[in-house]
């Protein structure tokens, strides 16, 4: 702690603890407790408490209040468990009689003021923050605490039973910590004095008649289990498995019980513990049997997660997945009366389940979506232990959109029904849609035979609603990408055959009177340009269509998002749409499109698509003069990133790099002379210099960086020159100007561009001396510092404490 802040401490705790002062806010009172945190991380000694004895004076004035606020309590409560997390501070504040008074019998928690849900968090969060070494334990013990967490996971706030809960976990495994070298057996039951407290809370809430104990229970099970209890600590683990896993088998039989659940989850969390995940035959005999027994809701996540783990017998494996795919067997199934199998040969739970909860209304659109997701997190897998039968998974995912869009009507009463709850069901459809982009990515004969089928009996779908439109195009350019993996001597025909499909589909799109459809598949067509623009069957396909025509004149749609996709999409067609391109960079009254033309030119620039360097100085000089008047600073910021690739590749090219090719613009006597020449006819020193002092933060930032790269190449040494010799130069007092100019940051806004003042941006000379001259590095340091450095210090905020009641004389407050 600093001298200043040392003696600005005793007032501020004075005036938390009057109760005549107004009360700080709680964003104040916590960047005060997390000053004190980072205090007692550094500094674990007793003299920081002795040494500021207005600290224990807060807390004895705060107990002596006779009806303190919840925020000042809550406040000396997190305050006293930050400064007992070490065991000096600890004892001191155990000799001082606080602790006791805080956290045991005759603290808050048999007060009013208990009952505000805020002080009952803080209680759980100071005693979070002592149990940092073994002496706090046994105080717990001994001063009823530990009942006191056991009620709180059951406190009807879930932001304090969730903390009661990890308490625990934290008290558990923390008393485990000097136990590590212990020899334990199987059968050992040997727990440390606070274990063995919370071991023995658990067995006994496990067989309560009480629900919700036993649910608090098994939350606190998993969470115990998917903590570092569960990998750090093996032979404890095995114990308390052990332990509770018979009353864990009778939940899974007593259908009565309703914590069903978590089950799914606890056993998750246990088979992914090292100790337990292995070949050990009674714990995946009770997996198998949880996912019998679970509904397809409760089991689904148990079956995904199963499906993940690296050490799960096959057996189990193949059983999740069977679990996984009831829903889109049921699906296939439902076509018909009595028609082919589905995707499963045999089903794990019985299969009237599932079709009970598809047939019904609020169910069916739950369990399919849930289905879907599982499915979809599955086919993201790069190794995935068994094989998933894709083309049965194709048609089933082709059956759910038939049903959501009303295009199938299945014969069978069972299909009649899921058909009816299903269709308009927008939610599904774009569920079932990601699954289908995701299975493009495996890859086999399958795609071979149901490419052509899918894309184009999806994609001319009339959704009504843009939002699966979207995930439509999503899923299609996934597959499209997939077209050039078709065999050879069928690839064209099939190619042919499925774009002239899309790109009708496309046409009619781009014309939709709904702004989000036209912009929806104009960033398809970008997204299928950026993957196919290289076939030739894609460009053939693009040119012979309106695509092109129509996304032109998108460029002049009244929907300023519209117009900045037209602009994306508008890769191909650079040479017509390159001065309709500028015309909008200089005129739109939105953001958005100028925001895209300049990412397009800086894309065109960095592709080489802009021809020889004298005609790419030429562009980049047009753009950058107007993009440094533009009110948007995005657009300013993009300008410079268009700068930053310009001055790369001039460089690249006017040092002859073997890998470019050399303009005939090089005919000076030195490339470093014609590389100043070239930026200062480009006008790009007037640009970053003034983008220095750019009033929005990032601009400035690139800018500095853009000339700190440029003073590399130019003084590979990395010396200033000499202030003198720069005074006495011609162009001296320009250069002290602009210096001086560029120390007031965007306080400096009018910086002049033009020559003014002596500095002429367009002198090569003048930029070379000034590249030399200014302190660069400088500049950058000070525009990278965060603009709250100083108003945030903890000197500033206690100022700004007793500012605020009213204790400093001239009252000002910092802002921040």
């Known amino acids: 702690m600093t001298r200043e802040c040392a003696a600005l401490l005793p007032g501020v705790c004075a005036a938390l603890a009057d109760p005549r002062q107004p009360g700080l806010d709680d964003t104040c009172l916590e960047k005060l407790l997390d000053w004190f945190r980072s205090l007692t991380w550094f500094d674990p000694t007793v003299e920081l408490v002795q040494d500021n004895p207005s600290l224990t004076e807060l807390i004895t004035s705060v107990l002596a209040l006779p009806d303190p606020s919840p925020s000042i309590v809550s406040f000396t409560l997190q305050l006293a468990g930050i400064l007992a997390s070490s065991e000096s501070r600890f004892q001191h504040l155990q000799q001082e009689k606080l602790l006791g008074r805080l956290f045991g019998r005759e603290g808050p928690r048999g007060s009013a003021v208990w009952e505000d849900a805020s002080v009952r968090s803080a209680w759980l969060k100071g005693v979070h923050s002592m149990v940092h070494h073994q002496p706090a334990l046994p105080f717990l013990c001994s001063t009823g605490s530990m009942d006191v967490i056991f009620t709180l996971q059951g406190d009807p706030s879930l932001f304090v039973a969730s903390a009661a809960s990890q308490l625990l976990v934290h008290m558990l495994t923390f008393s485990l910590e000097s136990e590590t070298s212990k020899a334990l057996s199987a059968k050992d039951c040997d727990w440390p004095a606070c274990a063995q407290m919370i071991v023995k809370h658990i067995q006994e809430s496990l067989q309560s008649s009480s629900a919700s104990h036993v649910e608090q229970s098994l939350k606190l099970l998993s969470s115990l289990f998917g903590s570092c209890f569960g990998s750090c600590y093996a032979a404890w683990t095995e114990v308390l498995w052990l332990d509770i896993a018979k009353q864990i088998e009778s939940f899974l039989l007593e259908e009565t019980v309703q914590a069903q659940p978590v089950l799914a989850n606890l056993l998750l969390n246990v088979a992914r513990s090292p100790v337990l995940c292995g070949t050990e035959g009674s714990f995946w005999a009770l997996v198998t049997s949880a996912l019998e027994r679970l509904t397809p809701v409760q089991a689904g996540p148990l079956a995904v997660g199963l499906l993940k783990l690296c050490k799960c017998p096959q057996d189990v494996r193949i059983q999740a997945l069977t679990v996984l795919l009831q829903p889109m067997d049921c699906i296939l199934r439902a076509l018909f009366f009595f028609g082919p199998l589905g995707l499963l040969d045999e089903s794990v739970s019985d299969p009237v389940t599932v079709e009970s909860l598809l047939s019904s209304k609020t169910s069916c659109a739950g369990l399919l979506c849930q289905t879907l997701a599982h499915l979809e997190k599955l086919l993201s897998l790069k190794h995935l232990k068994v094989d998933l039968p894709c083309v049965s998974l194709l048609r089933s995912l082709m059956t759910i959109l038939q049903f959501c869009n009303g295009s199938l009507s299945p014969p069978s009463p069972l299909g009649s029904t899921i058909s009816r709850n299903l269709i308009n069901c927008f939610r599904v459809q774009k569920s079932a849609l990601d699954v289908l982009a995701a299975l493009s990515e495996k890859k086999g004969e399958f795609i071979f ?368």
């Not at 052509?452 to 979207?470: N, R, W």
């Not at 001396?769 to 950058?780: F, N, R, S, T, V």
């Open 449 to 816: 035979a149901f490419l052509t089928k899918t894309i184009l009996q999806f994609c001319p779908i009339c959704f009504p609603l843009f939002q699966v439109l979207k995930k439509t195009f999503q899923a299609t350019s996934k597959w499209l990408v997939h077209l050039q993996g078709l065999p050879s001597n069928s690839q064209q025909q099939q190619t042919e055959k499925i774009l002239e499909g899309v790109f009708l589909v496309l046409q009619k799109r781009l014309c939709s009177p709904c702004w989000e459809v036209r912009d929806s598949s104009l960033e398809f067509l970008t997204a299928m340009v950026k993957c196919l623009r290289d076939q030739n069957e894609f460009r053939q396909c693009l040119l012979s269509s309106e695509v092109l025509r129509l996304t032109e004149n998108l460029l002049e749609d009244p929907e300023s998002y519209v117009r900045a996709s037209a602009v994306t999409a508008s890769h191909l067609s650079q040479a017509s749409i390159i001065a309709k391109l500028q015309e909008i960079l200089s005129t739109d009254s939105e953001g958005f499109p100028r925001r895209a033309v300049i990412s397009i030119f800086t894309k065109w620039l960095r592709e080489g698509c802009t021809g020889r360097l004298e005609d790419t100085e030429q562009f980049v000089s047009r753009v950058i003069q107007t993009v440094e008047h533009d009110l948007d600073w995005e657009v300013r910021l993009g300008g410079l990133e268009l700068v930053e690739v310009f001055c790369s590749q001039a460089i690249c090219q006017l040092s002859q790099c073997p890998y470019a090719p050399v303009s005939s613009a090089v005919t000076s006597s030195t490339p470093q002379k014609e590389l100043l020449q070239v930026f200062c006819r480009a006008k790009l020193f007037g640009f970053l210099f003034g983008s220095l002092c750019d009033c929005d933060k990032p601009v400035g930032q690139r800018a500095c960086d853009v000339l700190v790269g440029l003073r590399g190449h130019f003084y590979p040494m990395s010396t200033l020159e000499n202030p003198q010799e720069v005074e006495d130069s011609p162009a001296g007092r320009g250069i002290a100007w602009l210096q001086r100019t560029l120390r007031q940051g965007s306080l400096a806004q009018n910086l002049p561009t033009d020559g003014g003042d002596g500095v002429d941006f367009q002198d090569p000379e003048s930029m070379m001396l000034a590249l030399g001259a200014i302190d660069l590095l400088e500049l950058h340091d000070e525009l990278n510092k965060s603009s709250d450095h100083v108003e945030e210090s903890p000197q500033s905020l206690l100022q700004d404490i007793l500012a605020t009641v009213g204790t400093i004389e001239d009252n000002e407050v910092d802002c921040y």
